[in-house]
T-cell receptor, first 115, second 112 residues
Framework: NAGVTQTPKFRVLKTGQSMTLLCAQD?????MYWYRQDPGMGLRLIHY???????AKGEVPDGYNVSRLKKQNFLLGLESAAPSQTSVYFC??????????????FGSGTQLSVL | RKEVEQDPGPFNVPEGATVAFNCTYS??????FFWYRQDCRKEPKLLMS???SGNEDGRFTAQLNRASQYISLLIRDSKLSDSATYLC?????????????FGKGTKLSVIP
């Protein structure tokens, strides 16, 4: 049982390049999330999905696109990378429960640098 | 009041000390709350859930004060391995109920 797996773990891009981050979960979770974490800013939600084929914007969606074609996968795309997108990206998933079981399971993160 | 607010610290405490962190939240409709632990450059991991008035797990106690809208995390007999950043997490309600809001975290350093 791998949980939540993110690939790649590290990536360096040049300004203007594109890339896709892959998140895969094997827990049959309905909800999936992409966060970015910057020093002093905490975790900020980029996009999320509440089911296969559905996506929604979070707090900081500009410059990113997402897709959830399969329940277990949630892809985050950067079409034209900018230095401001240098960050650590975390994917997370959870069941749709409310209350004490409303907990997130995180991937190990992707360190992205845009030069 | 911000959605979720934490004292960023750092809290520097000696081994064996007791330390407490507070987290205030703005959404009075929130029912459950969470403390996550994050080690440097690692993913956050769930430490405790707080659903009713509080929860205790070994050296860790989380308490909820709904009237004043804050939750606290108490760590007794601090260990070096407790050094980490502690994140307060509050689920949204209503139209944003799929989302969870993270505080910016409180950094704890336990000193030998």
């Amino acid at each position: 049982n791998a949980g939540v797996t993110q690939t790649p773990k590290f990536r360096v891009l040049k300004t203007g390049q594109s890339m896709t981050l892959l998140c895969a979960q094997d827990m049959n979770h309905e909800y999936m999330y992409w966060y970015r974490q910057d020093p002093g800013m905490g975790l900020r939600l980029i996009h999320y999905s509440v089911g296969e084929g559905t996506t929604a914007k979070g707090e900081v969606p500009d410059g990113y696109n997402v897709s959830r074609l399969k329940k277990q996968n949630f892809l985050l795309g950067l079409e034209s990378a900018a230095p401001s997108q240098t960050s650590v990206y975390f994917c997370a998933s959870r069941r749709p429960d409310r209350g004490p079981n409303e907990k997130l399971f995180f991937g190990s993160g992707t360190q992205l640098s845009v030069l | 009041r911000k959605e979720v607010e934490q004292d960023p610290g750092p809290f520097n405490v000696p081994e064996g000390a007791t330390v407490a962190f507070n987290c205030t939240y703005s959404n009075s409709a929130s029912q459950s709350f969470f403390w996550y632990r994050q080690d440097c450059r690692k993913e956050p991991k769930l430490l405790m859930s707080v659903y009713s008035s509080g929860n205790e797990d070994g050296r860790f106690t989380a308490q909820l004060n709904r009237a004043s809208q804050y939750i606290s995390l108490l760590i007794r007999d601090s260990k070096l391995s407790d050094s980490a950043t502690y994140l307060c997490v509050v689920p949204r309600s209503g139209a944003g109920s799929y989302q969870l809001t993270f505080g910016k975290g409180t950094k704890l350093s336990v000193i030998p």
